[in-house]
């Protein structure tokens, strides 16, 4: 344990928050608090070769690095990231130009790191996406080879998010990858926890999490939005919020002003952002449904119930299914 107890005096940690931190993931990897301390521990002890990390960024807008920047605090989550070697990151990166490209084609050639790709892939045409000179597709191509797994982390990366519904007809990774285990964390952006939770199970168990049909872990997707939201009896007694200025109204259903949450699967509800502070719905805002595959086309008009995604729940919802 003496690597841990340094790393927390370090970090500034205290044992109690520590354990407090295991407590939330072992819990969801369905092992009890002492087994999964002890695994983690074992983990961070044997770090000698920190496990190298190429991120590569394509059609994005950073926002899911600035949501897995955010992780540096608290820092619990910093502790495990230190654990990984993040030889490769556009954005976060130190270095640039030749040295920076020499280390990537480098770790290429070693082989047996973590690729993850934030942001699409254009499938209509590669000049939409051109890094260095070279298409992603090519790139992303040239990296999954030597890669362990593959983390697709955002929307885009999962399932070609907001860039699908554009001209560039954006894609995910798994349009493009095959003969690789490939692991999607939807949400716009990234869920800081969803990507720490993953690192953390591969690091502690050896193993990939269970994944559900669209590739994503089933310990963070399983659940539906709905199934978990506190308006939901509102949705039960036909009460939508139809005029937002309204007081009587405010915790009324979204349904009407377009919430997606009846299809779309995802912990929000639970695990909420900004270190648990809120989620969506609980500001007022309906879901947007960035969690499923459909996002952005199919769940658009958002503020709305016209859209595709909509026309579904209430389908669903007349034949009692929901
Ligand atoms: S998933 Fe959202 S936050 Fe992440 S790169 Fe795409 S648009 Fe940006
Ligand atoms: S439709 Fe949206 S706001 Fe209404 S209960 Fe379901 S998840 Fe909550």
């Avoid at 394509?58 to 992780?71: E, H, I, N, P, R």
């Avoid at 892939?121 to 000049?127: A, E, F, L, T």
């Avoid at 595959?293 to 209430?314: N, V, W």
């Amino acid at each position: 344990m003496e690597r841990l107890e340094r790393d927390l005096e370090f970090y500034g940690v205290s044992r109690r928050d520590f354990l407090k931190y295991c407590a939330s993931f072992a819990v969801l990897f369905g092992l009890s608090e002492l087994e999964f301390t002890r695994r983690l521990a074992h983990a961070v002890e044997k770090a000698e070769r920190k496990p190298p990390v190429i991120w590569l960024e394509g059609q994005d807008c950073a926002g899911c690095t600035v949501s897995f920047a955010g992780l540096l605090y608290p820092p619990v989550g910093a502790i495990i990231l230190d654990k990984l070697s993040l030889r490769y990151h556009e954005t976060l990166m130190a270095s640039a130009g030749e040295l920076a490209e020499s280390v990537y084609h480098e770790t290429v050639k070693e082989g047996g790191y973590v690729l993850v790709v934030e942001g699409s892939i254009p499938s209509s045409d590669d000049r939409f996406c051109l890094v260095g000179g070279r298409p992603f597709r090519e790139i992303v191509l040239e990296a999954s080879k030597n890669a362990t797994c593959i983390l697709a982390v955002g929307a885009c990366a999962s399932f070609g998010g907001i860039p699908k519904a554009t001209v560039s007809k954006g894609m995910g990774v798994k349009d493009l990858v095959s003969g690789k285990p490939i692991i999607n964390l939807p949400t716009c952006p990234v869920h800081p926890d969803h990507l720490v939770g993953t690192i953390l199970y591969i690091l502690t168990t050896g193993k990939l999490p269970e994944l559900d049909d669209f590739n994503r872990p089933k310990m963070y997707y399983s659940q539906s939005i709905h199934d978990n939201c506190r308006r939901r009896g509102h949705f039960e007694a036909g009460n939508f919020l139809q005029d937002w200025n309204d007081p009587a109204q405010k915790d009324y259903c979204l349904f009407e002003k377009g919430c997606k949450g009846p299809m779309t699967y995802a912990d929000c509800p639970i695990r909420r952002w900004n270190s648990g502070t809120n989620f969506c719905i609980d500001c007022g805002a309906p879901c947007v449904g960035c969690a499923e595959p459909g996002f952005y086309d199919e769940m658009s008009p958002i503020y709305t119930a016209e859209s595709e995604a909509s026309r579904k729940i209430l389908a669903l919802k007349k034949s009692g299914l929901i």
